[in-house]
C-alpha cells in the first residue's frame, strides 16, 4: 500500500442540493498523515500484541517462534498477510497517537459489547429502477419490525450515479431526524465488477453523497461497462475496495464497508474474487450475505411469487464460475450454499485464519403482501429522467406476486457494539460481532470462548480471536434467550437444536485461491433443546489448545433438515435446499453465528 | 451415401435464451434433420453451439460453411463432414467455435437444446419413459431429491440435458408439485426488473 494524496472529493461534481455550510472542504492535508506507511509499522512494532493480528498471522507468527527462527515483530511482519480489524480501527484515526495498547472499548481495540443492534443492510428504495418504496416506508417498517440499524442500498447504474446518489440523500437525512432511535445508513448496491452485487456503505457525515457518487462512477459494474468477467474487471473491483479505504484514511469518510450480496446467486463470485475483495483491504471487504433477501420468493403461486426462496432459481451462466455445483444455485434453508455448508466456501475462508463475516438481509424491493404500487406515470423513461419513480400510492389489491419482506420482518443481522452510534455498528460489523436469524427464531444469543491456563484467563465472543498458551484449556460458554415474543408472523417461534462447527486454522489451506472446501470443518456437536424456555445454558469443553481452531453456532427450529452437501459426516442434519416454488419461510427458522478463534501462541 | 455433418458456431451469446434462439434458428437454417443433436458450450465467458447430424444427400453439406458464414457474420464457424474439417468467420471467434466442435463431439461436456425424443419426453411424463423416449441416458436428482423410475417429471415445453463424460443427464429438482428440471426456461435477469 501507498500513501495516497488523491483528493477524496470531487469538487467538479454537481450538487442537486446543498445540505450544510460545511460542505465545503474535506480534506486538509496538513492533518493526514502516512496511514498505510502506519498501517505497516504497526506490523513491524515489536509492540503490536498477539491479539492484535489475525488467527492467521498468529499462527504464522507462532510457527516462526517455535521454530526460534526470529522474534515476534520479525515474524509478525513476515506474516503481514493481512490487517487486523483493530490495526484498522486505529489507522484511520491518524493523528490521535499511537497508542498500540489494546483498550477495551478503545479505538485501537476491538470494541466492547455492550449491547447487540439489530440491522439490515440491504434495502432499495423508489431511487432503485425495479424498487417503489419511499426511504421512509423502508426506515420507519424497519423500526416498526424492531431493528436498530439500515443501510438504504439502491442499486448502482447510470441513472443513479447521474442523480440518483444525490437526490435519495435529503429523504435519508429527513428520515433521521423522524426517526432519531434508528440509525439510518446511506449506501449503494454495487454493481461489483466481473461479479455480484455488495452492499457498500459509509458513516454519515458531510461528505457521505460525494464519496458514494465518485466511488460508483469510477468502480460500478454498470455504469462502466465492466460486468463480464475478465481480469480487467477482476481488478477494477478490487481498486475500488482500496479506493474506499483510502477514503476513510483521508479521513474523507469516517468509516466505509463493503459487503458482497447474494453471492452464490448466479455461480458468478469465483473463490478467487471473495478472496481478492477480502485481501484488497480487509478493514473495508467484512464478509457476505449469509442468507440473501427475497426470503418469501418461495411461497407456493397463489400464496406468494412460486418462485426460488431468495431468486436463487438459476443455472449456470457464462460467467458462472465452472467448478460451482449445481446444488450451489439454491439456497438451504433460506441461506446462501457458500454459508449453509458445514466445510463449504465460508469455513475454507475461516479456515485460512482470515476474517470474514456473515449477514442476513432484506433486499426489499417489493414487499409481499403489500398493498401499495408505484404511481401511474412511473416508467424507465421517467425514472432516468428523474431518478426515482414517485411516490407510492395504494394499490386496492394485495401483492402476493412479490418476493420481498419489509426489512426486520424476518431477517436480521446483529451487531454486537460498544454503543449506538453508526460508528460503533461499524465498528461491530467490522470486529466479527454478528449473528444472524430468520423469523426471530431466538431472543438473544451470548457466545464465548474461555481459555484457562497458567494461572491466566482469556474471554472472547464472536469475531473475536483469543492468543493462549499452548496446552491451555478451552471451553465454549453459550447462553440463548429462547424466544418468548411471537415474530411477526404471529407465533413464538420454538428453537429445536443448536449444533456446533468446529475447523482448524491451516493459514496455508488457501494455496489454492479457488478452493471452497475446509477439509477439516464439521458438525462436532448437536444439542437437542426443543421445547426448552428461558435461558439455554451450554458449556462445552473444547479441550487443550495445540492447534488454531475456530468455532462457530447453527440453530434450527428442527423443521426441515437434511444431511449437508459434503455429507452426513461432516453435517448429519443441515438446513434442507429450498423447493423451486413452494418453500415457507416460516416453516423453516435458522440462526447462524460468526466464529471465535483460538490460536496457541509458542 | 450418408455423411456425418458436424457444426459449431461461436456468436458470442452472452446468455442461455440468447443461445437458445441462436440454435433455434440455426436448425430451421438446416432444415432440422430427424436425428440432429444440438449443444451449447461456455467458451471463454459465453456461449456457442453446436449441432451433428446425418445427411444422406450430399446436397445437404454442400455450400454448408459459405451458407452459415452468411448467415452468422461476424461469428465463427466450424463445418466437418465426415471428419473434414473446415472453419471460416471471424477469427476471434473461431477458437470459441472449435471448443464447442470438440466438446460435442466428445461429448465430454454440454448442454442440448435439441436431441433425439425431445419432442417426445418435452410434456409430464415418468424417469422411465425420460430414459426410454430419448437419448437421456439417467434422470438425476439435485441435493438428494429422490428420483424413481415412476417419479413424475415436469418436462413440459423445456428440457435441457447435459453431457458429461460421454454420458447425458438431466438433472431434476424438486418442484412444487413432482420433480421439475433443475434448469427452467425462465431464468431470473440477474439484477432489476424481477
Redesign the interface.
Known sequence: MTHDHTHPHDHAHPHAHDHAPDHAHPHEHAEQTPAAAELNGAALDASVPDRRLTPSELSRRSLLRAAGLTSAAGAGAAAMVGVTPAMAAEGKRPGKGHDHGPRPGGPGAPGAVREWLAGDHHIHTQY???AQYRVIDQAQHAAAYGLDWLVITD?GGATHARIGVDKVNPDIVAARATLPDTLIFQGLEW?IPAAE?GTVFVAPGRNEVAVLKQFENDYDGSVKGAS???PANEALAVAGIQWLGGQVRSRAVSDALFLANHPA??GIDSPHEIRAWRDADPTVAIGFEGAPGHQAAGL??GYGP???RG?Y????????F?AYP??SY?TWGGFDWMTSTVGGLWDSLLAEGKPWSITANSDS?TVWADTSRRPDGSSSAQFAADGRYGDPVYAGSINLGA?DFWPGYYSRTHVGASDRSYTAVMRGMRDGRLWVDHGALVKAVDVRVRTTGRGRTDTETLGGTIVTRKGSRAQLTVRIDVQDRPNWSQFVPQLARVDLVRGKVDPLSASDRDTFRAPDTRVVEQWDVSGRTGTVEIVYDLGVVEQAFYVRLRGTDGKRS??G?LGAAVDPAGPA?D????ADPWEDLWFYTNPIWVVPAA | MNHTVLIAVDTGAGDLAGVDHVVHHLLDLVGRPSDVVASTHVVAGHHALAASWTADADSERDGLLATLVSAYAGSGVVVEVDGAREEAGAADRLPGAREAADRHTARASGRLVEFPGRGAVERRLSVAEVVADSCVDEVVGLAGTVVTPQSVVDLTGFARPTWAGGRCTLLVQAGASGLIPFEVAQQLACCSHH
Not at chain 1, 313 to 320: K, V
Not at chain 1, 579 to 582: A, F, I, K, M, P
Request: charged share 10%; proline share 8%; hydrophobic share 25%.
Open positions: 432503485s429502477s425495479d442499486h454493481n452485487h463480464s468477467s475478465s446467486r448466479n407456493p403461486a412460486g418462485s426460488a431468486f432459481g438459476n443455472a449456470a451462466g457464462a460467467n458462472s465452472a449445481p446444488e439454491r424491493h418476493g437434511q444431511p452437501y435446499i423447493v423451486v416454488g413452494s
